[in-house]
């Protein structure tokens, strides 16, 4: 595992580099059937990553944003790649830097090895479940990173920066009545969980619709770093689902965190 973590890092901050490239310069949008956005930078990741992880382990399926098989294609697979070429398609358009590449390599269901890179930050997050969560900044050597143990009177609070909800406002409320001082910040892209992992924020609450691409590399470095993505009764996020949308969730860097009674309260 450390020496594939390694290769798919690598794997990662070249698809960043390229992303780059069409940042700096003007490009077009275009939108899919959902309304989502989709630029060339989007097509460019997508076809290094899937080419490079072929030559890489080419006995494993790619399941990618922009190459979706069928359900049936994929009911077999006990292992496979999860990727978002571009994740926050709509900060790279805004251009707030606040995008991430995600990889994840998933077995019986689990992430178990998974890159989050920052192309505007130049710093990448990866991880090995089980074996530990790493920083590493502008190429440097990777550096272990924990999450933190929660202050049940104080907590931040990180959200979606279009897609908190007013679910994720109540849950807010409700810590606040229940006399908890909460510091709330918002960002796009896996960024969010990936604060959490490394103890800089407490709890990302998440009712909005994301698909298991957007989860599935951040989730592999929040519990190799200690916390728990946990669906609102309380399960593991699962994957290679009939359908590939997630249902709501939450991110504690604290697993102790009694976050399910301000779920409760606010429903």
Known sequence: MTSLLTAVRAIAEDAGRLILEHYARPFEVEYKADDSPLT?????????????????????????????PEAADRAGWTRFW??????????????????????????????????????????TYSA????????????????????????????????????????VAAMVDAMRAAGV??????????????????GAA????????TMEWDTAAAQAVVEAAGGAVKTLDGRPLGYNKASLRNPPIVTAGDPGLDWRRFVQSSS
């Open 40 to 68: 060339i930078a989007d097509s460019g990741s997508h076809a290094l990553i899937v080419a490079r992880l072929a030559e890489l382990t080419p006995d494993i399926p790619v399941l990618s944003e922009e190459g979706e």
């Open 82 to 123: 999860c990727i978002d070429p571009l994740d926050g398609t709509k900060e790279f358009v805004k251009r707030t830097g606040e995008f991430t590449v995600n990889i994840a390599l998933v077995e019986a269901g689990r992430p178990v090895l998974g890159v989050v890179h920052v192309p505007a930050l130049d710093r």
């Open 128 to 167: 090995v479940v089980g074996q530990g969560a790493w920083r590493a900044d502008a190429g440097g050597a990777p550096s272990p990173i924990r999450t933190r143990a929660a202050d049940p009177r104080r907590l931040t609070v990180v959200a979606s920066r279009d897609h908190a909800g007013p679910e």
């Open 181 to 198: 001082g909460v510091e709330l910040t918002s960002m796009g892209s896996a960024l969010k969980f990936c604060l959490v992992a490394e």
């Open 202 to 209: 407490d709890f990302y609450p998440r009712t909005g619709p």
